[in-house]
């Protein structure tokens, strides 16, 4: 049972990147996933979330109108789409699902994968 995401790099100020969140071992779809992020020395903090039931999604307020989570059951997969990046976006992001809690509450997931790097420059 294992998350694997991927996809960061480093971009330029109002670039784009997808991150991609690949489950194996057991089916995504089951259960909510989110995406977090936490930057040196500050907390880890939710991004977005899509739920396992309709789909819907949730993200916090600073990324609203340029990330859009989405899932690709086929692939097992959830996705992270990042456009106009901006350098306070600069962070380590992780993928999570088997949610417990608050969709956007780091606290409310038990399976976590390792984290992508992700870095904006300006």
């Known amino acids: 049972v294992q998350l694997q995401a991927s996809g960061g790099g480093s971009v330029q100020r109002g670039e784009s990147l997808r991150l991609s969140c690949t489950a194996s071992?057991?089916?995504?779809?089951?259960?909510?996933t989110g995406w977090f992020r936490q930057a040196p020395g500050k907390g880890r903090e939710g991004v977005a979330s899509?739920?396992?039931?309709?789909?819907?999604?949730f993200y916090t307020e600073f990324v609203k109108g340029r990330f859009t989570i989405s899932r690709d059951n086929d692939k097992n997969t959830v996705f992270l789409q990042m456009n106009s990046l901006k350098p306070e976006d600069t962070a380590v992001y992780y993928c999570?699902?088997?949610?417990?809690?608050?969709?956007?509450?780091?606290?409310?997931?038990?399976?976590w994968g390792q984290g992508t790097q992700v870095t904006v420059s300006s």
């Open positions: 999570a699902t088997d949610l417990r809690g608050d969709y956007l509450d780091p606290n409310g997931y038990a399976l």
């Open positions: 071992g057991f089916t995504l779809m089951h259960s909510a």
């Open positions: 899509i739920s396992s039931s309709d789909g819907s999604t």
